[in-house]
C-alpha cells in the first residue's frame, strides 16, 4: 500500500521533518476539534486529512523565536 502523499514530496513543503510533524499534529488537533464541535464526522483520519493539506499548500507554518531569555 502506497501512501499519498509522500514523505518526500511533503518535504519540499518544509523546512525539516520536525516542523512537518508538528505542523501535522496541530492541524489534525485542530479538525478533531472541528469534528466534535459541528457533530460531523471526517472522511478520513485527521492526520491524514493534515497531511494531504500541507502537500495541498492549504496550510502554512511560521517559525517563530523560541529558547529567547
Known amino acids: 500500500m502506497m501512501n499519498k502523499p509522500t514523505l518526500d514530496e511533503l518535504m519540499t513543503k518544509v523546512d525539516s521533518r520536525y516542523t512537518l510533524v508538528v505542523a501535522a499534529a496541530k492541524r489534525a488537533r485542530m479538525l478533531t ?3 466534535i464541535k459541528t457533530n460531523q464526522p471526517l472522511e478520513k483520519k485527521p492526520v491524514t486529512m493534515a497531511l494531504e493539506e500541507i502537500a495541498a499548500e492549504r496550510v502554512y507554518y511560521r517559525r517563530t ?3 529567547q531569555k
Do not use: I, N
Open 33 to 35: 476539534e472541528e469534528e
Open 65 to 67: 523565536k523560541s529558547g
